[in-house]
């Protein structure tokens, strides 16, 4: 849902990943989501980290 998905950008955000919640109208109701976004510039170590932060937020959040 869409307020699930706002923490969920929070804590990914405060965690030192930014991934923007995108969310109604900007997507159809109940299709809220994160924005990844990646550049040549992130490193395989960056991409883990990333990763390892989903994980923890998403654990947090009651998600996994």
């Known amino acids: 849902d869409e ?5 969920f950008a929070v804590r ?6 930014f991934c923007p919640a ?15 976004i990646m550049t040549a510039d ?4 960056d991409l883990h980290e990333a990763l390892e932060v ?3 937020a998403g654990s947090e959040l009651g998600l996994r």
Do not use: C
């Open 22 to 36: 995108i969310v109604f109208p900007t997507v159809g109701k109940g299709l809220a989501r994160v924005r990844t």
């Open 42 to 45: 992130h490193t395989t170590d």
């Open 12 to 17: 990914l955000f405060e965690s030192g990943v």
């Open 3 to 7: 307020a699930t998905t706002q923490a």
């Open 54 to 56: 989903f994980g923890r």
